[in-house]
T-cell receptor
Framework: GEDVEQSLFLSVREGDSSVINCTYT??????LYWYKQEPGAGLQLLTY?????DMKQDQRLTVLLNKKDKHLSLRIADTQTGDSAIYFC???????????FGSGTRLQVQP | NAGVTQTPKFQVLKTGQSMTLQCAQD?????MSWYRQDPGMGLRLIHY???????DQGEVPNGYNVSRSTTEDFPLRLLSAAPSQTSVYFC???????????FGPGTRLTVL
């Protein structure tokens, strides 16, 4: 079945760049997503990338996709304390009705 | 558009009680899903629906029922609540070809 893995924790200093990594197993993945969850809140879609793309940039966010290695990363430039949250990687593939999520990476931004 | 709405936001149940978590969306999305989120874990799929009258099981369906009588509503029923069902429940919707999946704010359920 499909599987998505992420590291559990990342700590960075304010102003640095953060890179959150994700690996997945399903070679038929079509869309790959990054969601942000703040404490006690729901999931906010940050960005997504279609599987035929290598990179997508959206303001401070850069998503890189290495389809050969099934590796997805999210880079947050100039990380701020407001970026502290849990970040979930998720994917879906052709013919699938729902998303498969990783267990989330907790990003801690130190002032 | 209100997007995806869920009620209640919080609920405490005793073991053996039943209840229904409500989910509604006003975006005319065909696909709707229920997930549960447990500490240290990602979201796990409980049930999903690809249209009115059509539902199917996800990864962790035991103890839950769903129905989809309208496009807008997708309620999740707990038949006989157990402490293992203590979790945060999220409802989501999207179009079949859609690239975004929209989530509701969640229902935090505690079963004593």
């Amino acid at each position: 079945g499909e599987d998505v893995e992420q590291s559990l924790f990342l700590s960075v200093r304010e102003g640095d760049s953060s890179v959150i990594n994700c690996t997945y197993t399903d070679s038929s993945s079509t869309y790959l997503y990054w969601y942000k969850q703040e404490p006690g809140a729901g999931l906010q879609l940050l960005t997504y990338i279609f599987s035929n793309m290598d990179m997508k940039q959206d303001q401070r966010l850069t998503v890189l996709l290495n389809k050969k290695d099934k590796h997805l990363s999210l880079r947050i430039a100039d990380t701020q304390t407001g970026d502290s949250a849990i970040y979930f990687c998720a994917e879906t593939g052709a013919g699938r009705r729902a998303l498969t999520f990783g267990s989330g990476t907790r990003l801690q931004v130190q002032p | 558009n209100a997007g995806v709405t869920q009620t209640p936001k919080f609920q405490v149940l005793k073991t053996g009680q039943s209840m229904t978590l409500q989910c509604a969306q006003d975006m005319n999305h065909e696909y709707m899903s229920w997930y549960r989120q447990d500490p240290g874990m990602g979201l796990r799929l409980i049930h999903y629906s690809v249209g009115a009258g059509i539902t199917d099981q996800g990864e962790v369906p035991n103890g839950y029922n769903v129905s989809r009588s309208t496009t807008e509503d997708f309620p999740l029923r707990l038949l006989s609540a157990a402490p293992s069902q203590t979790s945060v429940y999220f409802c989501a919707s999207r179009t079949p070809q859609g690239d975004e999946q929209f989530f509701g704010p969640g229902t935090r359920l505690t079963v004593l």
